[in-house]
C-alpha cells in the first residue's frame, strides 16, 4: 500500500483553513509543541538503551523520536501555517 492510498488528498475550505490558522498561530499551542520538541531532542542526544533493551530496539526507538523531532520541527516553522488558499 502507497502512502497516496494511506494519505489521498483532501481539500480544504476556507473556514478550515482559518481554524488551521488560529490554532496553529496561537502562543499557547506554539508553546507546547515547542515544549514537545524540547523533550524528543533531549532524548535523542541524551538517551542510551535501557536495561534489557537491545540496540536495534534503542535505534528504533531513537529514529521515532527523531521523526517526531522533524514533524514538531516543521509545525513550529512560521512558513508551515498555511495561508488563505489552498496549495500554498
Known amino acids: 500500500m502507497s502512502y497516496m492510498q494511506i494519505f489521498p488528498d483532501v481539500i480544504l475550505t476556507e473556514t478550515e483553513l482559518k481554524v488551521i490558522q488560529t490554532n496553529l498561530g496561537d502562543p499557547a499551542v506554539r ?12 532524548f535523542v542526544v541524551t538517551a542510551s538503551p535501557q536495561s534489557g533493551e537491545t540496540s536495534e530496539e534503542f535505534l528504533r526507538k531513537r529514529e521515532r523520536a527523531q521523526g517526531r523531532l522533524e514533524v514538531l520541527e516543521t509545525l513550529l516553522h ?11
Open 78 to 88: 512560521e512558513s508551515f501555517i498555511p495561508s488563505s488558499t489552498n496549495g500554498a
Open 31 to 42: 508553546k507546547y509543541f515547542h515544549k514537545m520538541a524540547y523533550d524528543t531532542a533531549k
